[in-house]
């Protein structure tokens, strides 16, 4: 059976890349009990909806005191006033990914500039991923390996 690849940009969890996706989308559409944040977009060509998702680490685990739904705001707000974190960047993101919505069909370049242009930053990596692949080894590992690691092995980056 072929292997459905998607295109996908990667960028790496850093202090900066927090507080851009802050200024520039905002609060996420949604946040799940697993860590991951999400935004759904229309920064597509000719506004091809995009999804970015920031992966939680590894046995994410949310800061004690905080729903699920403040993580985010909460730790950009901080990293942004330099005041202290709920937790350490490296105990709840690895990295951010974008890809298209919806199974729209777009070539990887293309999301790369359009990802860009939205964000204001150029991703780390972009190319064809397997989604199934990751997310099969993420859930047979219940959660304890790096989706954004899997995603930037395929990558070969």
């Keep these: 059976m072929p292997v459905a690849?998607?295109?996908?940009?990667?960028?790496?969890?850093?202090?900066?890349?927090?507080?851009?996706?802050?200024?520039?989308?905002?609060e996420p559409?949604?946040?799940?009990?697993?860590?991951?944040?999400?935004?759904l977009r229309e920064d597509g060509p000719d506004n091809?909806?995009?999804?970015?998702?920031?992966h939680p680490v590894p046995g994410y685990v949310r800061p004690a005191g905080l729903e699920t739904d403040e993580v985010f705001s909460v730790t950009a707000l901080a990293f942004a006033?330099?005041?202290?974190?709920?937790?350490p960047l490296t105990a709840l993101w690895d990295g951010l990914e974008c890809f298209p919505a919806y199974g729209a069909d777009m070539e990887p370049a293309t999301l790369?500039?359009?990802s860009t242009a939205a964000l204001g930053r150029a991703p780390d990596a972009f190319g064809l991923v397997d989604h199934?692949?990751?997310a099969d080894a993420w859930e047979k590992?219940?959660?304890?390996?790096?989706?954004?690691?899997?995603?930037?092995?395929q990558l070969n980056t």
């Design 81 to 87: 006033q330099d005041e202290q974190l709920p937790a």
């Design 112 to 114: 790369a500039a359009a």
């Design 29 to 39: 559409v949604d946040a799940y009990v697993n860590g991951s944040q999400v935004w």
């Design 5 to 26: 690849r998607v295109p996908t940009c990667l960028w790496r969890a850093t202090p900066e890349l927090i507080i851009a996706l802050d200024d520039t989308f905002g």
């Design 141 to 153: 590992a219940r959660g304890g390996i790096s989706i954004v690691g899997a995603l930037f092995g």
């Design 48 to 54: 091809a909806v995009l999804e970015w998702r920031l």
């Design 132 to 134: 199934e692949t990751v």
